[in-house]
Every structure is written in C-alpha cells, then in structure tokens.
C-alpha cells in the first residue's frame, strides 16, 4: 500500500516539475516572438480560448496590413472542443475580391494533383454520399480559416475549376469560370511566386490553404508557427496575392 502511494506521489511530481518546465518554455518563446515582433513593428500578444492558447500579430509588410494568430489546443480537451489541434492562420483585407470563395486546398510536398470528386448522381445513395461530404468539406474549411471566413464558404457547392493545375494544390471556386479568369489574370503566377515563402519549415506538411473571399485573402494551415522569420514568409506571400487581386 505505502510502495503505491509512493509511486502514485512520485508520478504526481513528475507531472508538475513538466508542467511547470512547459510553461517557463512557453514563456520564454513568447518572449522571443514579443521582442522579434517589436523588431519588426508588430504587435505581438497571447491569449486563452476555450483551453486553446492563442499567439497573434499584427504587422504590415509590403503595404499591406495583415492579422496572423497561431492556435494550440490543450490536449486533454482538444477532441471536446472540436476544434483544431493546432492551426495557423493569417488573413489581410482586400477590396477587389472575387464575388464568390476560390480556395486554393494545399497538398503534401512533392505530391501529385489527385482527382477531386464527390459522388456523383440522383439516387438516395449518391445524395446521401454528396450531403456528407459536403458536410464534411465544410467543416475543414471552418477548422483551417475559422468560423468568420469559413462562414462565408458552402464548400459543398465549391466545384473544381477546369485548367486550374498549379503544382501542390487543387483549385475550387464558388464559380469555376470566374476562378479560371481569376487564375489566368495574375493568381496563377502570383500562386507560383508566394509557393517558397509558403513552404512550411516541418518536412512533410501540407502546403497551406489560400482562401480568396470577397475582402479577405487568408493563408492557414494545420500547425503553429515555428519561427518569426517563417511568419514573415506568410505575410510576404499573403501581401503579394493581396497585391494582385
């Protein structure tokens, strides 16, 4: 009985001396993003939602004024919340949007551009298979760009726009005509030109997601941010496919 509670204790302990070791870790990287911002003439701050510890910016670069916020989920309560794990997003306002939601989905580096389709047909079946994929869609969207832009998405009626082939990503749009013309009139080119600064700093991630809305161009992926320098690639990237717009 005295060797269990000794170990039980001792596992108790362990668990404090880590927790407290994280949080003087967590501290001393948000004193590094605080001081690297102010280099920058950003602000940077943290806040807690919902047991997710939140890091955000603001900054302008190149002219253009932009939000960031890096999201990390408490672990214990993460599938609760039904939110994302961790979550990058970045977003800056526009005024020449498309009149409907291009979404640029990103795909794992080095990969080839699949087939994107959902079932197809009228049957109880096929419709059954859209509704749930559709619903499905919908709620990656919301989880990569949040609830404000992702609720100006029904990615259920997002269809694949035709010649719309850029290498590490598919392209849908609201109106797949007006997201070829948009793709042929500067984002293609400028998609190509922000791919390097997009690249995430872990092997093997997915390329970011790029949302184009009405005002908002936002750039998210499903992890933090590792350094201030790679947030610094984003708003470069995100400032230039505001540019062209």
């Not at 993003?33 to 910016?57: C, D, H, S």
């Not at 306002?93 to 994107?116: H, Y």
């Not at 079932?119 to 609830?147: C, I, K, N, P, T």
Request: net charge positive; with cysteine; glycine share 10%.
């Amino acid at each position: 009985m005295a060797a269990a509670f000794a170990a039980v204790l001792l596992v108790g302990l362990v668990l404090v001396v880590l927790a407290r070791l994280e949080s003087r870790r967590l501290a001393n990287e948000d004193e590094r993003f605080r001081r690297e911002a102010a280099g920058r003439n950003w602000t940077f701050g943290v806040r807690t939602e919902n047991r997710t510890r939140v890091r955000y910016w603001t900054g302008t670069t190149d002219g253009i004024r932009w939000q960031a916020e890096s999201r990390r989920a408490a672990p214990p309560r993460r599938h609760r919340s039904g939110g994302a794990d961790r979550c990058l997003r970045w977003w800056a306002d526009t005024l020449r949007g498309p009149s409907g939601a291009v979404l640029f989905l990103g795909l794992p580096e080095g990969a080839e551009t699949p087939s994107f389709a959902i079932a197809e047909g009228s049957g109880a079946l096929a419709r059954m298979a859209q509704h749930v994929a559709g619903r499905a869609f919908d709620r990656a969207v919301d989880l990569y760009f949040g609830a404000d832009a992702g609720g100006q998405v029904n990615a259920a009626t997002l269809k694949k726009v035709d010649g719309g082939t850029l290498p590490g990503y598919i392209v849908m749009a609201a109106d797949s005509l007006e997201g070829a013309r948009r793709l042929a009139t500067g984002m293609r080119a400028a998609m190509h030109e922000a791919r390097h600064d997009l690249q995430p700093e872990r092997a093997h991630a997915l390329m970011p997601w790029v949302l184009q809305l009405p005002r908002r161009i936002s750039i998210a992926r499903m992890d933090t941010i590792q350094s201030t320098a790679e947030l610094e690639r984003v708003a470069r990237a995100g400032a230039a496919l505001v540019r062209c717009t």
